[in-house]
């Protein structure tokens, strides 16, 4: 089983940047694929990135692509998303979500086991 606890959420400015953390127990981290999503007020929740159990592949919306950077350091049990060039339209609640073992990442949220509790993204113009 997978526990996990995002960070790093906050108010900033259009054009800013802020770093995500999605720190996780459980010992098959490291062998689990990561994906954030992000759901806004009276909106179904959307998928952002994702990235497979090793670090090799990433995946990207093409709303974040070129601005938003997902990796991983499984020694620190850590998943981190840089996101930059913040838009308004980036404001939500941002969630990490686990899916394993050996997997690839999934746009899907229904190909997730195990889910945060969510950091607020707030981006303003």
């Known amino acids: 089983q997978v526990q996990l606890v995002e960070s790093g959420g906050g108010l900033v400015q259009a054009g800013g940047s802020l770093r995500l953390s999605c720190t996780a127990s459980?010992?098959?981290?490291?062998?689990?694929?990561i994906g954030w999503f992000r759901q806004a007020p009276g909106k179904e929740r959307e998928f952002v990135t994702a990235i497979n159990w090793s670090g090799a592949r990433t995946y990207y919306a093409d709303s974040v692509k070129g601005r938003f950077t997902i990796s991983r350091d499984n020694a620190k049990n850590t998943v981190y998303l840089q996101m930059n060039a913040l838009k308004p339209e980036d404001t939500a609640v941002y969630y990490c979500a686990a899916r394993g073992p050996y997997s690839s990442g999934s746009s899907y949220s229904k190909d997730y086991d195990y889910w945060g509790q969510g950091t607020q993204v707030t981006v303003s113009s």
């Open positions: 459980g010992r098959t981290f490291s062998s689990s694929a």
